[in-house]
């Protein structure tokens, strides 16, 4: 929390600065995070005005997990916004009830002040024309997040075992040893009595030894006799240990890099990731395009979690805190997911402008933003955090 808090005040200064020079004029401009009241907040000592007291607070609720959602036995709402915000209200005592809107409807409502304070899935976003709302203090940063499956050293080097290139080196390296076998009873079955037997039991007898030679098993069975055996053998036994190198080498770099390759650190590292799948209409759907990364579009979140649960994907990339608490869910553990500092966005609350309540919110979201409170409450829905 205490990272993220850095962030939010750096992202705070520079936003201020950009806003005081830049016009809001495309979906690309950032909106007032803190509305024009920042430079007060060091001294906010207000009283809760009566006219919040004596009503009740009409609270619309635009779910999104996890910053708000219902309980699928309780029907009651839950999530990091939800439970933020009745701490506050508890603290300051207001009433309030919860309605249920899309986020259009939060916006519309809120700009005409059908609605007291809109709770969600709410990041920073543009205002347009005529709408009348300001934001909170965030109380989460985050980008998107990337999580990518974990892969075992026995589940690497069970698939190059079932490769095609093991295989090649495989039937190479059984030509080899019915070369040189064949080549034993070519010069040896008129002298040695281990290839006086028939063809293909001379064959056993030279892959047998051979076999040994390569495994550095003492076998005598099939040990030559003549000069050209003994060259025979000789160019094998050097061959047997260039051999066994090879193989020993291949298995090692397969585990080095089988494992690099699904160790994902950033975002760079996605280029030579395979089986990508992104949320289309993202950040991480446009990031992907513009670098030319290949990947599968997909509708919602829930896909994306059972294509990693079954394998078929590698890599998903949302939004951080939805994975987080999408993996804690599923208690995926072999899933690892980091974080980006791609698409930041700013986590807060929505309140009529001009509004009594923002000050109030404000000072409380900054006096819990760096407490255990706040850590119980990050914990609660998103898990231990890894990275």
């Not at 219902?70 to 915000?85: C, F, M």
């Not at 053998?233 to 690099?260: E, H, P, Q, R």
């Not at 994907?313 to 939004?319: D, P």
Request: charged residues 20%; aromatic residues 14%.
């Amino acid at each position: 929390m205490r990272t993220g808090y850095i962030l939010l005040i750096v992202g705070v200064i520079f936003q201020s600065i950009f806003l005081n020079t830049n016009a809001v004029n495309s979906h690309e401009s950032y909106p007032i995070l803190l509305s024009e009241q920042v430079e007060n907040f060091k001294d906010i000592r207000e009283t809760i005005p009566a006219s919040l007291l004596n009503k009740t607070l009409s609270i619309g609720v635009y779910e999104g997990a996890p910053f708000a959602f219902q309980d699928e036995k309780t029907k009651t709402y839950k999530g990091i916004s939800i439970d933020l915000w009745e701490m506050i209200a508890r603290k300051n005592g207001l009433s309030f009830t919860y309605v249920p809107v899309t986020f259009e409807q939060g916006l519309k409502g809120i700009s005409e002040e059908k609605y007291d304070l809109l709770l969600g899935n709410i990041s920073d976003f543009p205002r347009k024309a005529g709408m009348k709302f300001q934001y909170t203090i965030p109380f989460y940063v985050a980008g998107i997040g990337i999580a990518y499956l974990k892969e075992s050293s026995f589940r690497i080097l069970s698939d190059y075992l079932i490769s095609w290139d093991f295989l090649i080196v495989s039937l190479i390296l059984l030509a080899c040893l019915f070369f040189q076998a064949g080549s034993f009873w070519i010069f040896e079955h008129k002298k040695n009595p281990d290839y006086k037997k028939s063809f293909w039991r001379a064959i056993g007898s030279g892959l047998w030894w051979s076999t040994g030679i390569m495994t550095n098993a003492n076998i005598d069975e099939g040990e030559t006799k003549t000069f050209f055996g003994r060259i025979v053998a000789a160019f094998w036994i050097f061959g047997s240990l260039l051999a066994m190198n090879i193989l020993i080498a291949s298995a090692t770099s397969v585990l080095t890099v089988g494992k690099m390759s699904f160790e994902i650190g950033d975002i760079e590292d996605l280029k030579r990731s395979k089986n990508i799948f992104c949320v289309e209409g993202t950040f991480g759907q446009h990031y992907l395009n513009d670098h030319f990364i290949p990947y599968k579009g997909i509708a919602s979140l829930d896909t994306g979690l059972k294509a990693l649960e079954n394998r078929t994907a590698s890599v998903l990339i949302y939004s951080y805190p939805a994975l987080r608490y999408g993996l804690l869910k599923r208690q995926l553990s072999d899933i690892d997911l980091i974080p980006s500092k791609l698409g930041i966005r700013y986590y807060g609350m929505v309140v009529h402008d001009p509004s009594p309540l923002l000050r109030i919110i404000n000072r409380d979201i900054l006096a819990l933003i760096n407490t255990e409170e706040m850590g119980i409450l990050e914990k609660k829905y998103l898990g231990e955090r890894k990275i």
